[in-house]
């Protein structure tokens, strides 16, 4: 599954430099097949990560994965042409997507879509009952005399 696309790609670096990045014939259109391997090569880099984590491949998709393989993959775009010169911005982008995954591969970060909901995530509210009542929030000077 990609999680992400050329579309995305192009929105966070411009088409020009889409283009200069891709194109190795002096067109002035961005190659989609250089750009599709970016972000084939960035999947498969998140799956690697993720694998045994989650089960794969992913039903949705995730915001996190989505910003994360757009940062892969202008990284992996820079590489075929910037290799010696790379931008610190890209290098330091890829460092923090690299770091990112392998923090949600420890458990540090937790995958959520913006759909998913409590229920969905294995929580149900109304499983959890308490015997708090809406007095026992209230702390005024009376109730912090008691501790």
């Known amino acids: 599954m990609d999680y992400c696309t050329i579309d995305d790609i192009e929105t966070q670096t411009s088409t020009p430099t889409l283009i200069q990045l891709t194109s190795d014939d002096g067109q002035e259109v961005v190659d989609r097949v250089v750009a599709q391997e970016a972000i084939l090569y960035s999947s498969a880099l998140i799956d690697g990560y993720l694998r045994g984590r989650y089960s794969l491949p992913l039903d949705t998709r995730f915001p996190l994965l989505r910003i994360l393989a757009i940062d892969l993959s202008i990284h992996r775009l820079y590489t075929r042409r910037m290799r010696d ?21 420890k458990g540090v970060i937790s995958l959520q879509s913006e759909n998913d909901s409590f229920e969905t995530a294995g929580f149900n509210a109304e499983e959890y009952k308490t015997n708090k009542e809406i007095i026992d929030r209230l702390f005024g000077k009376e109730r912090m005399f008691e501790y």
């Open 85 to 105: 010169e790379m931008p610190e911005v890209i290098e330091n982008n890829y460092k923090n997507a690299i770091s990112t995954l392998k923090d949600i591969q």
